[in-house]
C-alpha cells in the first residue's frame, strides 16, 4: 500500500499562483501519476498526468497555466498553478496508476488506485 499525502493548498484571488505537493510514502517512479479535482457540484475531473519518463497531458481547461512535474528521487508530485480562475476552486487529489494510465485518453479516475485525501484550493474573484 501506498500512502499519498497532498499539501500546499489555500486561497487566493484570481490571476494569483499555488503549488500544490504531493509526496508518497513509497516508490512511484515507475508509474503514471495524476492530479485530479472535485467539487460537491461536479464528478471528479482530471487536471493533469504525468508518465514516468516525463509525458505529461492537460486538460483543456488548464492548458498553459498548470504544470505538472515529479521529482522521482523524492516520491514527490507537483503542481504549479498559475493565473487561476474562481473556476479552479475544488479540492485536488493525486493519484498514482500502472503505466497503461498515461497512454488512455482522457484521464479517468478509474484507472488510478491509490489516492491521497485531498487539498482543497479557493480561488476568489
Known amino acids: 500500500q501506498v500512502y499519498l499525502t497532498e499539501s500546499g493548498g489555500g486561497s487566493v484571488e484570481a490571476g494569483g499562483s499555488l503549488r500544490l505537493s504531493c509526496t508518497a510514502s513509497g516508490d512511484s517512479g515507475g508509474k503514471c501519476v495524476a492530479w485530479f479535482r472535485q467539487t460537491p457540484e461536479k464528478e471528479r475531473e482530471g487536471v493533469a498526468r504525468i508518465s514516468s519518463w516525463g509525458l505529461t497531458t492537460y486538460a483543456d481547461s488548464v492548458e498553459g497555466r498548470f504544470t505538472i512535474t515529479r521529482d522521482n528521487a523524492q516520491h514527490t508530485l507537483y503542481l504549479e498553478m498559475n493565473s487561476l480562475h474562481p473556476e479552479d476552486t475544488a479540492m485536488y487529489y493525486c493519484?498514482?496508476?500502472?503505466?497503461?494510465?498515461?497512454?488512455?485518453?482522457?484521464?479517468?479516475?478509474?484507472?488510478?488506485?491509490?489516492w491521497g485525501q485531498g487539498t482543497q484550493v479557493t480561488v476568489s474573484s
Open positions: 493519484a498514482i496508476g500502472d503505466v497503461s494510465a498515461c497512454w488512455v485518453a482522457p484521464l479517468r479516475s478509474t484507472d488510478y488506485y491509490h
